[in-house]
């Protein structure tokens, strides 16, 4: 597997709005600039329970599999985000703590109080706060790294 090959196939899957690749162990995942219609309830729905190869390349995918990498062996897990500036890093740190707060969700809740994904997403500008500038490629490019971790109970909640 060479880079020509990687990039053929990357621009070929973003021709045809698929802004996710697979490479060897790695997702791989192309900033379109725009929204697309792929993080919707029902399509997280399309990945509870499904192994990486029994559903197409996605976000949820991965984060399904550090799920179930927890579930099983009852070990922590890891997923490393990584890319250049407007890469599209927080984004998708977004979508995995969206996909865990909606499988984990017990449904229950007070009315008017804000769901858990709600709680852990509004997080997120507070810490931007500190280390973001403009960029030539991004108006909000986050200086540093961040590290968030997420506590289940031996239920997975």
Same mark, same amino acid.
């Given at each position: 597997l060479g880079d020509a090959c990687v990039l053929w196939n990357s621009v070929v899957r973003y021709i045809n709005q698929l802004i996710y690749t697979y490479s060897g162990l790695f997702c791989i995942a192309i900033n379109p600039y725009k929204r697309f219609p792929i993080?919707?309830?029902?399509?997280? *729905?399309?990945?509870?329970?499904?192994?990486?190869?029994? %559903?197409?390349?996605?976000?949820?995918?991965? !984060?399904? /599999?550090?799920?179930?990498?927890?579930?099983?062996s009852g070990i922590n897990q890891s997923i490393l985000i990584t890319g250049e500036s407007g890469a599209g890093k927080t984004e998708n740190t977004k979508k995995v703590i969206s996909y865990?707060?909606?499988?984990?969700?017990?449904?229950?809740?007070? *009315?008017?109080?804000?769901?858990?994904?709600?709680?852990? %997403?509004?997080?997120?500008?507070?810490?931007? !706060?500190? /280390?973001?500038?403009?960029?030539?490629?991004?108006?909000?490019?986050?200086?540093?790294?961040?590290?968030?971790?997420?506590?289940?109970n031996a239920s997975g909640k």
């Open positions: 993080y919707t309830l029902r399509t997280m *729905e399309m990945y509870v329970g499904k192994r990486r190869n029994e %559903v197409p390349p996605h976000i949820f995918a991965i !984060a399904e /599999g550090a799920y179930q990498g927890m579930m099983n865990f707060a909606t499988i984990c969700s017990s449904g229950k809740r007070k *009315e008017g109080e804000a769901s858990l994904e709600d709680k852990i %997403v509004q997080t997120n500008p507070v810490l931007e !706060a500190w /280390g973001n500038a403009k960029t030539v490629r991004n108006d909000n490019s986050s200086r540093f790294g961040k590290f968030i971790r997420i506590h289940f």
